[in-house]
């Protein structure tokens, strides 16, 4: 017969026993689960679907080291090219939703649906705004021979001579091609494109004389302004150039809703979680104030925007809309 202390030992190990078990099963359940990790746990892909060396390629640099700083994780650019920036952007847009792989987008991202016969992926439903970086406007350069000093001389010019005038750009398709049909449009005016492979030889063949005229975005433009090479017309923003102020804009010659910008922006993946997407754009828009931050895009006559996802999308949209017909007119078509 057990003892009244044999019987209490007995009932504490019956007790052991079942907490025991009931803790192996509870683990047994949960095996392999893991707490949610903060975002971001690991290095963030930043995608620039251009080559090193561009404007989308400094500013992506410039972005990336901004955010590592704040996130504690490495941001990694990542050259993706091709296509007019359809390679690379194709990757965001069919890369895992998870924030790890983002895309420094461009006026390109809204053109391309318009130009190319066949889209590898659709911008607007594909992927996801998340903040707008900066925006420099373009500008309108004249070699520094052509008779005329403003814009209301060069359209004087044209109507006297149809087609006589000619303007290059980096490719058909391009912001400084449609710029220029844009210009056409607006003006009433006959001028013949010139396409190249780059923007880089059609400024040289503006100094020299070998084409008259060309739209450019003011990063590379203002070195040669500056020196005399080219003459500048005319800026294609909102307002006058804090670089250029005492160039007009051609709203103030005339043509009020003649604005064509170069813009940064990052997007990702368009099912990315609301709340790593407001992560990011907070980090983005802060990121802005940097000295860093402001002395580069200060230095490329950039003006910062930040703002929310959703004015980033509103805005995106606005762009897709208004350049359909303007690519349309122009007949660029990639197949």
Known sequence: MKTNSTAVL???????????????????????????????????????????????DIIARTTAQELTKRMGQQIIVDNRTGAGGNVGSEIVAKSPPDGYTLLM?????????????????EPMRDLAAVALIASVPAV???????PVQSVKQLVALAKAKPGALTYGSGGSGTTEHL?????????????????????????IDVISGQIALMFVNQVFALPHIQSGKVKALAVAGSARSPSLP??????????????????????????????????LNRELVASLSSPDMQQRLKSMSAQPIGGSPEQFAAFFAAETKRWAPIVKASGARVE
């Not at 803790?23 to 930043?46: H, N, V």
């Not at 987008?105 to 992926?121: D, G, R, V």
């Not at 309108?140 to 052509?146: K, T």
């Open 10 to 56: 007995d009932r504490r190990r019956i007790a052991l026993v079942s907490c025991a078990a009931g803790l192996l099963a509870w683990c047994s359940m949960y095996a392999g689960e893991t707490p949610a990790q903060a975002y971001p746990s690991k290095p963030i892909r930043l995608i620039v679907p251009y080559a090193p060396g561009g404007g989308v």
């Open 105 to 121: 987008a461009s006026p390109a991202n809204t053109i391309n649906p318009s130009l190319y016969a066949k889209m590898p992926y």
């Open 140 to 146: 309108l350069l004249a070699n520094p021979s052509l």
């Open 179 to 203: 710029a220029g049909e844009m210009f056409k449009s607006f003006a009433g005016i006959d001028m013949l494109h010139v396409s190249y492979k780059g923007g880089a030889q059609v400024i």
């Open 246 to 279: 005492n160039v007009p804009t051609f709203v103030e010659s005339g043509f009020k809703d003649f604005v064509v910008s170069v813009w940064w922006g990052v997007m990702g993946p368009a099912a990315m979680p609301k709340e790593i997407v407001n992560q």
